[in-house]
């Protein structure tokens, strides 16, 4: 079964530091990029970022850039998205998903279960 | 930067009824659209891809058709496992944009 299963939820303080992780299995890890999306609480979908595990080259939203690292260890089918000092605004469902390139385009076909992140002093 | 609408932001529909959800793009993105559904608690589903195309296991109820900039999704007869949040997203030269959304709810 295709499957990506990330860390569990986190609650942190501001300006700590956090690295969440989202692992593969069932398919060629390397062989498809793996997009980060965040949720904020009773909102939408705001893409983040992709990561393609074969070779580590990284696409970032203009709207995220330079606010997270995306980052993959293809040894261990394991994509990850951190943060250096989270910020309360940063509280959100955090979801991985595989990109799928078929019929000339790209999709996300298969989801984490996504990683909730709570930052609260 | 690429913008996407949807339309409209709540529909209220009675099972076995046809719901007709929209999505625009500020700019042509061809047939690189794609829906998804997302359930209370859940993660997104992709439904549709490349405008048209169904993902795999997604019941034949579901169509999407489009090009360019305005594009639809039809939910032939609405089951009870239909009611959700419905989002469009565009890929255009590395760069994802998702719509608002459209919550189908039971009227």
């Known amino acids: 079964e295709v499957q990506l299963v990330q860390s569990g939820a986190e609650v942190k303080k501001p300006g700590e530091s956090l690295k969440i992780s989202c692992k593969g299995s069932g398919y060629s890890f390397t062989s498809y990029w793996i997009g980060w999306v965040r949720q904020m609480p009773g909102k939408g979908l705001e893409w983040m970022g992709i990561?393609?595990?074969?070779?580590?080259?990284?696409r970032y939203s203009p709207s995220f850039q330079g606010q997270v690292t995306i980052s993959a260890d293809k040894s261990i089918s394991t994509a990850y998205l951190q943060w250096s000092s989270l910020k309360a605004s940063d509280t959100a469902m955090y979801y991985c998903a595989r990109v799928v390139a078929a019929a000339g385009t790209r999709a996300f076909d298969i989801w984490g279960q996504g990683t909730m992140v709570t930052v609260s002093s | 930067e690429i913008v996407m609408t949807q339309s409209p932001a709540t529909l209220s529909v009675s099972p076995g009824e046809r719901a007709t959800l929209s999505c625009r793009a500020s700019?042509?993105?061809?047939?690189?659209l794609a829906w998804y559904q997302q359930k209370p608690g859940q993660a997104p589903r992709l439904l549709i891809y490349?405008?048209?195309t169904r993902a795999t296991g997604i019941p034949a109820r579901f169509s999407g058709s489009g090009s360019g900039t305005e594009f639809t999704l039809t939910i032939s007869s609405l089951q009870s496992e239909d009611f959700a949040v419905y989002y469009c997203?565009?890929?255009?030269?590395?760069?994802?944009?998702f719509g608002p959304g459209t919550k189908v709810d039971i009227k």
């Open positions: 700019q042509s993105v061809s047939s690189n």
């Open positions: 990561i393609y595990p074969g070779d580590s080259d990284t």
């Open positions: 997203q565009q890929y255009n030269n590395w760069v994802f944009t």
């Open positions: 490349g405008a048209s």
